[in-house]
């Protein structure tokens, strides 16, 4: 991406193999993917199933939580 960017993709539905596989192979005749291109799972044995890309839209990072009782910091305790 240009100017350091990340994208996401929600796939619109399952994709059987990718999230064990977490590898996928594509091709496009332009030099990005676009929400109508298709990707296809590898697989040990091949080829796997082939999905639908869906909308991409700017990666958020989760918010990190705070954690009850504090900065998280380890405090001394006294007896």
Do not use: H
């Not at 869906?54 to 007896?79: A, C, I, R, W």
């Amino acid at each position: 991406m240009s100017g350091g960017e990340t994208l996401v993709n929600r796939l619109p539905n399952r994709c059987p193999g990718l999230g064990f596989e977490k590898r996928f192979a594509y091709k496009t005749s332009l030099s990005q993917l676009c929400n109508t291109d298709i990707i296809t799972v590898i697989t040990s044995m091949g080829r796997g199933a082939s999905c639908g890309l869906g909308t991409f839209s700017p990666y958020v990072p989760p918010e990190e939580v705070e954690k009850p009782g504090g900065d998280g910091k380890l405090e001394p305790v006294e007896d």
